[in-house]
């Protein structure tokens, strides 16, 4: 073989031989709960439109992440605690004490939410007056009814997950539920055969948000993801509007 043949197949071998750069890992915490449509992860593994998202800017990023269903009271903690490196999802209204004097990065709003108070159907035009106990799922702070709880004027009663919930309203043990809407309709779909079982009554309280990423450690992920949001918007909007969360839904 001719001198310049061998020192090019000893290059490619060389080549061959280096090690491959580590791909950047990362930890996502998500909710070990059933929150379709925007996600899920009660079986031990995530999915939904949370995953796709995450996914996708994985993938153009370079970087692997792995995710981590924890109960969602655990997940706050654990971000503060440099358990995970993201939290998803967040919102910098959530837990506001816990949160105080920590400094903590969040993306751009990636998809609307809307909690809201549900109610027996017949009981719509009753007097907001009525309204004495309130009924949620475990894990979730009804924000939106803060002053009224704190004041006694109505109580609290929490449920393992949506279908004790819905039960309760509808064996009149409760006289509401506070929930996300989208989910609220989903769940109901799901366990009752049709999305309307519960009604959402517009002059009850509720609490309009975003959800986003978060991290204590990654800023510069998070502004990697914040460009990303913008250069795939297309990308973005397809994927909520394949999830049923399209923002002109909500």
């Known amino acids: 073989m001719p001198r310049?043949?061998?020192?090019?197949?000893l290059l490619l071998l060389l080549i061959a031989a280096a090690p491959v750069p580590a791909a950047e890992r990362y930890v996502v915490g998500v909710e070990n709960i059933d929150y379709r449509p925007y996600q899920a992860g009660h079986a031990g593994v995530f999915e939904g439109f949370?995953?796709?998202l995450l996914d996708a800017f994985a993938s153009d990023a370079g970087i692997v992440l792995d995710y981590r269903p924890l109960p969602p009271p655990r997940l706050l903690a654990?971000?503060?605690?440099?358990?995970?490196?993201?939290?998803?999802?967040?919102?910098p209204g959530w837990a506001p004490d816990a949160?105080?004097?920590?400094?903590?990065?969040?993306?751009?709003?990636?998809?609307?939410?809307?909690?809201?108070?549900?109610?027996?159907p017949e009981r719509l035009e009753?007097?907001?007056?009525?309204?004495?106990?309130?009924?949620?799922?475990?894990?979730?702070?009804?924000?939106a009814w803060r002053a009224a709880l704190d004041s006694g004027a109505v109580s609290l009663r929490e449920n393992a997950d949506f279908s004790a919930l819905f039960q309760q309203v509808l064996s009149d043990?409760?006289?509401?539920?506070?929930?996300?809407?989208?989910?609220a309709r989903d769940q109901s779909q799901r366990l009752l055969g049709h999305p309307?079982?519960?009604?959402?009554?517009?002059?009850?309280?509720s609490a309009r948000g975003d959800y986003r990423l978060s991290t204590r450690r990654h800023p510069e992920v998070i502004e990697r993801f914040d460009r990303w949001l913008v250069e795939r918007a297309d990308r973005v909007s397809e994927l909520k509007r394949r999830a049923g969360l399209a923002d002109d839904s909500l």
């Open 4 to 9: 310049a043949g061998r020192a090019l197949c």
């Open 50 to 52: 949370g995953r796709e």
């Open 78 to 91: 654990s971000l503060l605690q440099d358990r995970i490196d993201f939290k998803y999802p967040d919102d």
């Open 99 to 120: 949160r105080a004097g920590q400094v903590i990065h969040y993306s751009r709003p990636i998809v609307a939410y809307l909690d809201g108070t549900l109610v027996r």
């Open 126 to 143: 009753q007097p907001a007056s009525m309204l004495r106990v309130l009924g949620t799922v475990v894990g979730f702070t009804p924000l």
């Open 173 to 183: 043990r409760v006289d509401g539920a506070y929930a996300n809407v989208a989910v």
């Open 196 to 205: 309307d079982a519960l009604a959402v009554d517009r002059r009850l309280p």
